[in-house]
């Protein structure tokens, strides 16, 4: 309504000041002319004297019963299409405005159903100018919104049955051992330990990819002889491979650079990769880590595992908070879900990518790059 009547308002006003120009400089030719007219002339009897600004220099001008009737006339005529172009502004006025306002009140609407939680509430505005251009504008924030939403509903719904799993299993011994249905065993003590230390990870991980996205994960970077790291990092898990009957190995070439990294992060990520490979790869199966550098500045780095793969569909997110692309095994093979989130942190706060190539059947590989010193 304000922007209404501001229209208006601006086609009055300009009407107004038009008609008054166009009758006062109407006014003053007139009488110019008059003026010109019967200079050196002795006037009719009919015509009387005037003086003023029609004049030219403040001399008088005479003007008769039918010059003042047109001069009236005209004036009437300005007046009348004065009043017509008032009334033609205050309809295009409204016109326009209820243009311009009719989209704005729906954008105001939405971003009222937005602010209140509904992020499914859309424009339904489609114009080709500037209005069009905001309304699908506002419909893809919408849509992020949305989107980031959904996700987090969904991250706090995982994180609780991540959290409620090693919780029960600690709550159903304890509460048999203060009960003495069981006698606590080594082994039993054994197992509610590794739930706990489940719980202690998942929590640090959880605060650590938190900081990570939000930019607070601070780096200590050192130039680092990577086939030494990666090797060291291979004899901390022989131990497992022998249990499961997994081989791991490194193809690692000659004249790899150094390469710039906080290595107790990066110490991470292979940690995270090597543990995603042991959980999805069958005995008898075979894991390889290797390195490639090419004069582009970075270090390409990969993990490959003869695992059971991931399907096409199920690529693009992997790396997501808490995905898993056998939600039906997610517990047999363990894992929180949000290792591999962490990987892509971490390597892109290296100024890194990381992807993944893989086939269903056929095996994974990740694939991360690391800053040449």
């Known amino acids: 309504m304000k922007l209404s009547l501001l229209f208006v308002g601006i086609a009055l006003v300009s009407v107004g000041v038009i008609v008054l120009w166009v009758n006062n400089s109407v006014q003053t030719e007139f009488r110019c002319y008059c003026q010109e007219s019967y200079q050196g002339q002795a006037p009719p009897d009919s015509m009387h004297p005037g003086t003023g600004a029609g004049g030219q220099g403040g001399m008088p001008y005479y003007m008769g019963e039918m010059e003042q009737a047109f001069l009236d006339s005209v004036r009437n005529s300005l007046w009348l299409a004065a009043w017509v172009a008032v009334l033609v502004g205050v309809a295009l006025g409204f016109l326009f405005s209820w243009l311009i306002t009719g989209p704005m009140r729906q954008l105001t609407l939405a971003a009222r159903k937005v602010a209140a939680g509904d992020f499914s509430y859309r424009v339904s505005q489609k114009t080709d100018d500037e209005i069009g251009e905001v309304s699908d504008a506002f419909n893809t924030m919408a849509e992020q919104l949305e989107k980031k939403e959904k996700s987090r509903r969904r991250l706090l719904a995982d994180i609780a049955h991540e959290l409620r799993n090693p919780l029960s299993i600690i709550q159903g011994n304890l509460e048999a051992w203060l009960d003495g249905v069981i006698t606590p065993a080594p082994e039993q003590v054994a197992s509610v330990y590794d739930e706990t230390v489940l719980l202690s990870r998942l929590v640090t991980d959880l605060r650590d990819l938190s900081l990570a996205e939000a930019g607070q994960l601070k780096l200590s970077q050192n130039a680092t002889k990577l086939g030494e790291f990666i090797l060291a990092q291979i004899a901390s898990v022989q131990s497992r491979c022998r249990e499961k009957r997994i081989s791991i190995n490194a193809e690692l070439p000659d004249g ?15 940690h995270n990769l090597i543990d995603n490979a042991l959980r999805y790869t069958r005995a008898g199966g075979t894991i390889k880590i290797g390195a490639s550098y090419k004069t582009t500045g970075w270090v390409t780095v990969f993990v490959s595992d003869s695992g059971s793969g991931i399907v096409t569909e199920d690529l693009p997110h992997v790396f997501d908070h808490f995905y898993k692309a056998d939600r039906s095994r997610q517990r047999g093979h363990g894992g929180a879900g949000i290792g591999l989130a962490m990987v892509k942190r971490l390597v892109e706060l ?11 059947g056929k095996g994974s590989t990740f694939f991360f790059t690391l800053p040449v010193a």
């Open 350 to 360: 290296h100024g890194g990518t990381v992807w993944v190539e893989s086939r269903k």
């Open 256 to 270: 790899l650079p150094l390469v710039l990294i906080d290595r107790d992060r990066i110490r991470q990520v292979l």
